[in-house]
Each structure stands twice: as structure tokens, then as C-alpha cells.
């Protein structure tokens, strides 16, 4: 009795035992069909967030005209795709090597005038001085300038405006090498003018290590050796604009009244074209669109849009920027509309050292004898004197 209760009992239990199989088989089978329903959905998902990411990086590679070369190529990247040049870091981008771009002026303002809104750098940035030279063809005093920057290579870029049909590359071993940007006709006095110092701005400013930006013409030469140069430039707290009030015909004799009211009378500066702009006033300059206009439209011979646009639109935009004063010495001694052309006899120490010292202005508002970094202008044939003095009066490396 006791053995047939038991074989029922197992009997029972083993029934029982079946049907705990059965239903394990069944939860194991739904739960494997929800993991492959899930996967499939998450797979679905993951598909589309890679295309995404393929796609944003696409567009970002092809969004800076700035690494193509072609200007007819519709697509900047089809023949000449240098896997190389392609952006894959955020070296290339915020400093970029190759000048060359397609961009029209109107994109070019609007690429440069874009700011960071996260103030630090994520990466270490040491702030670089970029000389802006417009020049027509061939730098004339180019092998004093090789001096004054050899050494100095990561605290300087080169900009050149040149004619747009020069198209001379000096050696691979030249500061200049590939250091012209994309330009247009200049003439003298004219709007175009101010299109070439708008057009070399932002290309400057388009590398974010630029931080102080000087305006040179090709008849320029440095006064001091780069190091005192670059120090006196990054350590001031103020821009050098020159910029004032000249109450004869030659000053608000050139104001004309249908500028207004966008710019009075008492608006209206006069100052040297030879300018030197910090990282914030430079963009200010580039992202002009209320002034700009007025002048282009009003101001022609005899207003010289060069001696007044940018004195103007400092005052009234951000006149805490500028020192008011010009570190480009030029002598306008022998009066008439062009300063006086130095020659190969001009050049003795004595001379330049009293440019270089003979003057009163202020510098971070203290008195300071040191008032030019640059003077002009300098004849071809000066060249010769300068490199031969250069070591000995500016401390270049010889
Ligand atoms: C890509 O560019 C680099 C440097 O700019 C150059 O050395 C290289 O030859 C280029 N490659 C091609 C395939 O054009
Ligand atoms: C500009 O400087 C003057 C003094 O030179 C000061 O009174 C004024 O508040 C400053 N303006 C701005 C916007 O910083
Ligand atoms: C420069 O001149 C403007 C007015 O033209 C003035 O507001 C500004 O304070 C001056 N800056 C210095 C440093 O003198
Ligand atoms: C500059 O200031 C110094 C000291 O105040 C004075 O001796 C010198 O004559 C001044 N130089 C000029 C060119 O005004
Ligand atoms: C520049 O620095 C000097 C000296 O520290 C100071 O007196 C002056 O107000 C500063 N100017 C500006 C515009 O910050
Ligand atoms: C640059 O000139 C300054 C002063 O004239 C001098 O103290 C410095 O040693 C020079 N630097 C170089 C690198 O020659």
C-alpha cells in the first residue's frame, strides 16, 4: 500500500514535472522572441543614428569652401579629396594651413564674424600676431622681413592682398610661401580699398589663434626686433586706430550731409589707414553692415573712404577699443596728399632711432617713448642700407 501510494505520488509529481517543462519552454521561447523583437527595434534605431552621423559628418567636411581649391567644381571635394585636408580634428578648423577658398566677401564677413560663446579654448592657445600686408605684386622689401621673423615661427601668420592676377609663389623655404589670399582689384581711396582690408581681416580671423592684427603696406619696415614688437602688441590693453576730430575742409569738409542720420557731423573722424586691431575690435570691423553701406555709397574722391570709415565706425561702435593712435610712423611733413618716399641715402641710424625714440605717447596709460613699431615709406632701393643695419640697430639675427 505504501509503494503504490508512492509510484502514484511520482507518478503525479512527474505529470506535475512535465508541466513545469512545458511552461519553462514556453517563457524561455517568448522571452528569446521579446530579445529578438527589442534587438531588432535598438538595430533599427542604431541604423538610423549612424546614418545621421555619417550624414552631419559629410556636410561638415564640404561646408568650409575653405578646402577646395576649385572654384568651378560644384562639389568641393570630388577630384582632388586629400584625405589629408579633410577635417578630422578640431586642429584644422579653428587654424586652418591652406588660405585658398571660393567664398564671396559676403560669406567670408559672415564666416569671421562668428564668435565662440564657451570663452576658454580646449586647447592650448598661444596667441599669434597676423600681419595683414596689402601689396601689389612682389613684397619689395620681402628679405627684411624674412630677418625680422626668422626664429620666430608659431607667434606670426602672413596675409597677402596682392593684384589678382599675381600669382608668383616664392620657395617652400619663405614666410610668404602660399601666404596669398584669394583678392580683387584695389584702387586707391576707394571702397575697394576697404574691401581689401575687410577681406584680409577675415581671413585672419577665420584662424582662432590670431589675436592682434596689424595693417602693413609694401612699403613698410619694422622698427624693433619681432620679440619687442610682438610683446608691445599682445601686452597692450588697447588697439592702435588712429582717430580724430579735424575740423578743416580736408577733415569735416569731407563729410557729406545724406549720410545721415545714420552718421552726424559729430560723428564723423579722421585717422591713418594704417591700423592695428585686437581680436575684438577686428570683428567688429568684419560684421559692419549698418555703416559700411553709407560710406560706400557717399564717401568718393575727394573723401577718402580709408582716412574715415574705420575712424568713424570705431567712435561710434566701440570707441574704448583704440588708443587713438597709430604705431605706422609716416612722415606728412612736406605737406600735399602723399607722405614723403624715403630713399637709399635716408637710411642712417640716427634717423631711425628718432623715430624709434623720439616721440611722447601713452601705453596701457603710462608714458611711453616707444610710440612706432612700423614706419613708411620706404623706397625699393632702401633695401640694401636696411638689411645692412638691420642686425645691428633692430637685433635681428643677422
Ligand atoms: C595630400 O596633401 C598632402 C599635403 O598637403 C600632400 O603631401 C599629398 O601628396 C596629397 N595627396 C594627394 C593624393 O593629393
Ligand atoms: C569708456 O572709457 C571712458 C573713459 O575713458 C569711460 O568713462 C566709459 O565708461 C567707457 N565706456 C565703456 C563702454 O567701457
Ligand atoms: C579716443 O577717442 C574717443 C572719442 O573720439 C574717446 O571716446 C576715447 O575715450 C578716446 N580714447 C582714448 C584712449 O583716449
Ligand atoms: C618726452 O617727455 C620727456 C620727459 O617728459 C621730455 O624730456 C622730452 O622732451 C619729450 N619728448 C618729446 C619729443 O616731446
Ligand atoms: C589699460 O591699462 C591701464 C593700466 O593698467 C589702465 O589705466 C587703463 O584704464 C586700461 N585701459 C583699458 C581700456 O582697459
Ligand atoms: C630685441 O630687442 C630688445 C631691445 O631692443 C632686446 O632686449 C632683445 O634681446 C632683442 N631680442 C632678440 C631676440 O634679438
Not at 39 to 48: L, P, R
Request: hydrophobic share 40%; net charge positive; charged share 20%.
Amino acid at each position: 500500500m505504501l509503494v503504490k501510494e508512492l509510484s502514484i505520488r511520482i507518478q503525479k509529481e512527474a505529470r506535475d514535472g512535465k508541466f513545469q517543462v512545458a511552461t519553462t519552454i514556453v517563457f524561455c521561447l517568448s522571452i528569446s522572441f521579446l530579445v529578438l523583437v527589442l534587438g531588432m527595434i535598438i538595430n533599427d534605431h542604431f541604423k538610423k543614428f549612424v546614418l545621421y552621423e555619417d550624414l552631419s559628418l559629410s556636410s561638415l567636411n564640404a561646408f568650409p569652401p575653405l578646402f577646395s581649391s576649385s572654384l568651378s567644381s560644384p562639389h568641393p571635394c570630388i577630384e582632388q579629396c586629400n584625405s589629408s585636408k579633410t577635417i578630422n580634428g578640431l586642429k584644422e578648423w579653428s587654424s586652418p594651413s591652406d588660405l585658398w577658398h571660393s567664398m564671396t566677401d559676403e560669406e567670408l564677413m559672415w564666416r569671421a564674424s562668428m564668435v565662440p560663446r564657451i570663452v576658454e579654448y580646449p586647447f592650448n592657445r598661444t596667441p599669434k600676431v597676423a600681419f595683414l600686408f596689402l601689396t601689389r605684386g612682389r613684397l619689395p622689401l620681402a628679405p627684411l622681413w624674412e630677418m625680422f621673423f626668422k626664429g620666430h615661427q608659431g607667434l606670426f601668420s602672413i596675409y597677402l592682398h596682392t593684384l589678382p592676377e599675381f600669382t608668383y609663389e616664392p620657395s617652400e623655404l619663405s614666410v610668404f610661401y602660399k601666404r596669398r589670399i584669394p583678392s580683387k582689384l584695389v584702387q586707391w581711396g576707394r571702397a575697394t580699398m576697404i574691401d581689401a582690408e575687410r577681406r584680409l581681416l577675415a581671413n585672419a580671423l577665420l584662424d582662432f589663434t590670431n589675436e592682434r592684427f596689424v595693417l602693413l603696406s609694401e612699403t613698410c619696415i619694422p622698427l624693433f626686433n619681432f620679440s619687442t614688437i610682438y610683446n608691445y602688441l599682445l601686452n597692450s590693453n588697447q588697439s592702435f586706430l588712429s582717430t580724430f576730430d579735424d575740423p578743416r575742409p580736408i577733415g569735416r569738409g569731407r563729410y557729406n550731409t545724406r549720410m545721415g542720420p545714420t552718421i552726424t557731423l559729430s560723428d564723423w573722424r579722421k585717422g591713418s589707414q594704417w591700423f592695428e586691431a585686437n581680436r575684438e575690435l577686428a570683428l567688429a570691423i568684419v560684421s559692419d553692415v549698418t555703416y559700411y553701406p553709407v560710406f560706400r555709397n557717399h564717401c568718393m574722391p575727394p573723401c577718402y573712404m580709408d582716412e574715415h570709415y574705420l575712424p568713424t565706425l570705431v567712435t561710434k561702435v566701440c570707441p574704448n577699443l583704440t588708443s587713438n593712435r597709430t604705431v605706422t610712423w609716416t612722415d606728412w611733413s612736406g605737406g600735399g596728399s602723399h607722405p614723403t618716399m624715403f630713399k637709399r641715402n635716408d637710411v642712417t641710424i640716427g634717423f631711425l632711432d628718432k623715430i624709434r625714440n623720439g616721440f611722447n605717447c601713452t601705453y596701457n596709460g603710462e608714458m611711453s617713448s616707444i610710440c612706432h613699431l612700423f614706419a613708411r615709406k620706404f623706397h625699393p632701393n632702401t633695401l640694401l642700407p636696411l638689411v645692412k643695419i638691420a642686425p645691428k640697430l633692430l637685433g635681428f639675427n643677422p
